[in-house]
């Protein structure tokens, strides 16, 4: 696998920007959900990276869980309509307080599938709170109740985001040059 200096564009949002903007998340949900019982549903895999640094900004007691989406049809940097569950909860949420925690909205698709079959579990309230929106690629409206930064129509990796699946390690967003990235084998 390259470096990722080999085809960094730009860095969009660095570590120091990430840690300011999800400690006031942290606050903001922490006093939305005082006195209410709060689970974080974290998408896989792009959430982790996310979910981890903000659940440890969140001060009301909360439980907390994961779930996997597999989308097909077109290629591996966008996403269909056609998503499927992969990976399903181990929660019972009917008549709980969700927050899903999600890495980037991109079309909405995905957020939009998910909210609808969350929703035929009858959860006392359903909220989203997605670290990046790429707003001017919506393809259908999706509420986001918690957003961390409006970025440009850009490919973007780090915390969380991937490319190929590797770089979701590092501690900042940045944007890929696509004529020095070179796909895997
Ligand atoms: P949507 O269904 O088009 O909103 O796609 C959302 C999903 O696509 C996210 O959860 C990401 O996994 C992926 N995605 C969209 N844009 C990017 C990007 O710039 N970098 C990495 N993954 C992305
Ligand atoms: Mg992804």
Not at 10 to 28: H, S, V
Not at 80 to 87: E, V
Not at 91 to 106: F, G, M, P, R, S
Request: overall charge neutral; charged content about 30%; aromatic content about 8%.
């Amino acid at each position: 696998m390259q470096d990722y200096k080999e085809f960094i564009a730009e860095t969009l949002i660095n570590e120091k920007t990430l840690k300011r903007r999800i400690k006031e998340l942290g606050k903001q949900i922490s006093r939305d959900y005082a006195n209410e019982d709060l689970l974080l549903i974290c998408i896989l895999r792009g959430g982790i990276v996310f979910m981890v640094d903000l659940m440890r900004h969140i001060t009301v007691p909360h439980a907390v869980d994961c779930m996997a989406l597999t989308s097909y049809g077109v290629g591996a940097r966008e996403s269909s309509g056609n998503i499927r569950m992969s990976l399903d909860l181990q929660t019972n949420i009917e008549n709980k307080n969700v927050l899903l925690v999600e890495d980037i909205v991109d079309s909405g698709h995905t957020l939009t599938h998910v909210l609808e079959m969350l929703r035929t579990r009858h959860p006392k309230s359903l909220k989203v709170c997605a670290l990046l929106d790429k707003e001017e690629r919506r393809e259908i409206p999706v509420p986001i109740d918690y957003r961390g930064f409006s970025i440009p129509n850009k490919f973007v990796f780090g915390y969380g985001l991937d490319l190929d699946e590797y770089y979701r390690n590092l501690p900042f967003i940045a944007v890929v040059d696509l004529k020095k990235y070179k796909h895997p084998a």
